[in-house]
């Protein structure tokens, strides 16, 4: 029998939660360069191409042999930048979450096909090892109402607090700086392009504090509404 959300519903426009992790629940980030390597990805694959700036490079004729093949590469790359919306994200020691906006039905599966692959591959040549790093495949389960969309970012922004002890450590503190995250962007303290954040704060209030994201995020602790939004524990 198959596992939960591991059957996908894939829509044009769909909002989807993803998330995997290590096999065996086993770190698939074992140091800052990871989750530096696997943001750099996400970065390329969502910030545009600009293809005649790279192909005006390539054909300049005082270009060296590194930045030839770098150019070559950067061309061939798949780049998902009018497919894929990207909302916000969490990376956790064994884990990630992602939550996302595909423009078409197929979108969302190449994206992550090329995302993991890569990786994959990094990781193995840099830690010599051979075999299946995640689990299993992706999981991805359909958002399916405003409320669930801006109560799984929260969950995603939250992350962290599950897995380690915030004792004595200010919330927002370690929810900006603990575990890599998409949080600093909805809080205006980071800019990054390739986050579409500002699709779930138009639902919060920028005047009102009571009524704002981060008071929202520092304030839910009851996610039963996504419950089948989210990672299975078993």
């Known amino acids: ?22 096999v065996e629940k086993r770190k698939i980030f074992q140091d800052e360069q990871d989750y530096a390597v696997f943001l750099s990805y996400l970065k390329n694959y969502l910030t545009p191409k600009d293809t005649q ?24 790359m798949n780049n998902f930048h009018e497919e894929i919306s990207l909302l916000s994200y969490c990376l956790m020691l064994n884990h990630f979450h992602l939550l996302i906006k595909q423009i078409e039905a197929i979108s969302i599966d190449k ?10 591959m990094y990781f193995n040549r840099k830690y ?11 999981k991805a389960v359909l958002v399916e109402s405003d409320s669930q969309l801006v109560y799984l970012s929260a969950y995603i922004h939250r992350n962290p607090l599950g897995y380690l002890s915030s004792k004595g450590v200010p919330f927002r503190v370690w929810l900006t700086e603990k575990q890599p995250s998409s949080y600093s962007e909805y809080l205006e303290l980071r800019k990054t392009s390739w ?31 996504i419950d089948k939004l989210l990672i299975d524990e078993d």
């Open 128 to 138: 010599k090892r051979i075999g299946p790093l995640f689990q299993d495949v992706y």
């Open 53 to 76: 700036q790279l192909t005006t490079k390539l054909a300049d004729p005082n270009i060296n042999y590194k930045e030839k093949a770098e150019t070559i590469r950067l061309l061939r």
């Open 195 to 225: 986050i579409n954040h500002k699709e779930i704060l138009s639902f919060f209030s920028r005047t009102n504090k009571s009524l704002s994201y981060d008071a929202f995020v520092e304030q839910t602790e009851d996610f039963t509404l």
């Open 1 to 22: 029998m198959p596992s939960r959300n591991s059957i996908k519903q894939y829509l044009d426009g769909g909002y989807y939660h993803i998330y995997n992790r290590g």
């Open 111 to 120: 994206f992550m096909n090329s995302l993991l692959t890569r990786y994959v």
